[in-house]
T-cell receptor
């Protein structure tokens, strides 16, 4: 049973560029959430997607956007990258009413 | 502003002893509580979830919740060197649609 998969695992961008990160949820899960984890900090909630719609959003600017596809996979897009966007980006999936989150291995973004 | 507070540590515990990790949260209406373990360079891994006041045991792990005191803890019995990691406390305000609010984590070191 495949867990949550994310791609790419590492990437380097320069300021002002755009990035797209991808996530496939755990089998049987229909909800995908994205988190940003800076070094030495806990993950911070970006947004959650369910039934192809953004259901809730954390305190992140509009430069952060996302999408969920009919197969429940998801993308996170970040425009006009800033140095402060350097972080580990975590995708988590969940299903049912309990809502326990299971994380992928993350995409480590470095902005130069 | 929802906040989750943890002592960053490091917390050093001898092998075989009980490790006690603590977490307080600010939002009184929080409903769901989670403990994640995160090894250096890896993604968070769910250890325990707890929703009601009292204790919940799973193997060597016991989660304790006191909603009146807005306090949740994790006990690890018979600590092993492989338990050395950062432990993240996470809180959800309401149902499954709400994002998790994480603490910064406690760095636990089990001394052989």
């Amino acid at each position: 049973d495949a867990g949550v998969t994310q791609s790419p695992t590492h990437l380097i961008k320069t300021r002002g560029q755009q990035v797209t990160l991808r996530c496939s949820p755990k089998s049987g899960h229909d909800t995908v959430s994205w988190y940003q984890q800076a070094l030495g900090q806990g993950p911070q909630f970006i947004f959650q997607y369910y039934e192809e719609e953004e259901r809730q959003r954390g305190n992140f600017p509009d430069r952060f956007s996302g999408h969920q596809f009919p197969n429940y996979s998801s993308e996170l897009n970040v425009n006009a990258l800033l140095l402060g966007d350097s972080a580990l980006y975590l995708c988590a999936s969940s299903g049912g009413t309990v809502g326990e989150l299971f994380f992928g291995e993350g995409s480590r973004l470095t902005v130069l | 502003q929802k906040e989750v507070e943890q002592n960053s540590g490091p917390l050093s515990v001898p092998e075989g002893a009980i490790a006690s990790l603590n977490c307080t949260y600010s939002d009184r209406v929080s409903q769901s509580f989670f403990w994640y373990r995160q090894y250096s360079g890896k993604s968070p891994e769910l250890i325990m979830s707890i929703y009601s006041n009292g204790d919940k045991e799973d193997g060597r792990f016991t989660a304790q919740l006191n909603k009146a005191s807005q306090y949740v803890s994790l006990l690890i019995r018979d600590s092993q060197p492989s338990d050395s990691a950062t432990y993240l406390c996470a809180v959800r305000l309401g149902g499954g649609a709400d994002g998790l609010t994480f603490g910064k984590g406690t760095h636990l070191i089990i001394q052989p």
